[in-house]
């Protein structure tokens, strides 16, 4: 109980960007409450009071597909993960965070069909000269905590190690290189390469490792047993396969999409 009243807390002075879908007769007249963590740019981050991203678009795309409206909040991403894990009882009908399909959070949430492949990248400065992953083993690294870079680092680094470091935010894993603290930061792609290119003054080394790191498929989260599944599958599918969501990859991943690999 008392859990719950941090968790609605949090979300009331969360930023909250109320959107309509639309049609309120599809779904019931009810606005669904959606949770994420924007601090993930260019995947969801905060611009002034408005949260931004491909998340952000592609949510929007898929709600009005489905003829539903939603409002988007910024919980943070432990809070997401808890909140939702209630079930029947989450205060939050689902989450849209960059977050990875994987076999042990489908122990305990359901997803939608994948809508992005990703990958873990490695962060460092200029010339720190780290090839791959293994190479991190003796290092200091940052990570967001609950995410599957520390799940990764945590294989390479050993399970106990103080020098994996673990931050609520991956912006603050961020800082933290930027500060010196660590050597390497580990984060999805498009994040990585997002904040390379918006600090040219400050020169970093982006590393790829395709051995150690495996591809990955963000799903939009719901409580295990949720009946918005379905309806938000379908949409997903439809949106996956737009010329909107080429349009939306390009304007903030930078490239062209390559969907190939998103099967259901
Ligand atoms: N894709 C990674 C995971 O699922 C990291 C996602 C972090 N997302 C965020 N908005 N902070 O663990």
């Not at 049609?23 to 931004?52: C, F, H, Q, R």
């Not at 909040?73 to 009908?93: I, Q, R």
């Not at 689902?94 to 959070?105: F, K, V």
Request: hydrophobic share 40%; glycine share 8%; proline share 3%.
């Amino acid at each position: 109980m008392k859990k719950w009243t941090t968790v609605g807390m949090i979300a009331l002075l969360g930023v909250t960007l109320a959107a309509c879908g639309g049609n309120e007769a599809a779904s019931g007249g009810e606005t669904l409450k959606i949770a994420t963590d924007a601090s993930y740019a260019p995947m969801e981050s905060m611009d002034k009071d408005k949260i931004v991203g491909f998340d952000v678009d592609f949510l929007d795309a898929v709600m009005k597909e489905a003829g539903l409206s939603y409002e988007l909040t910024n919980t943070g991403w432990d809070p997401l993960f808890a909140d939702l894990e209630k079930g029947e009882k989450s205060a939050y009908d689902a989450a849209i965070s960059a977050i990875s399909i994987s076999d042990d959070r489908k122990k305990t949430y359901d997803f939608s069909i994948p809508y992005f492949e990703s990958v873990n990248m490695i962060l460092t400065k200029e010339g720190a000269g780290v090839k791959d992953a293994l190479e991190l083993k003796d290092k200091k690294v940052a990570v967001q905590g609950a995410t599957t870079a520390e799940e990764l680092m945590k294989g390479i680094m050993g399970d106990g190690n103080t020098d994996l470091k673990r931050f609520a935010s991956n912006a603050e894993a961020l800082l933290e290189l930027d500060k010196g603290g660590v050597d390497a930061v580990v984060a999805d792609f498009a994040v990585v390469q997002a904040y390379v290119e918006n600090n040219p003054d400050k020169k970093f080394d982006a590393i790829f490792d395709k051995t150690n790191f495996a591809p990955e498929y963000y799903g939009i989260m719901f409580p295990k047993g949720s009946e918005l599944k379905a309806k938000i599958d379908a949409a997903v599918e439809k949106v996956r396969a737009s010329a909107e969501y080429k349009e939306m990859y390009k304007k903030w991943i930078g490239v062209e999409p390559d969907t190939s690999d998103l099967v259901n």
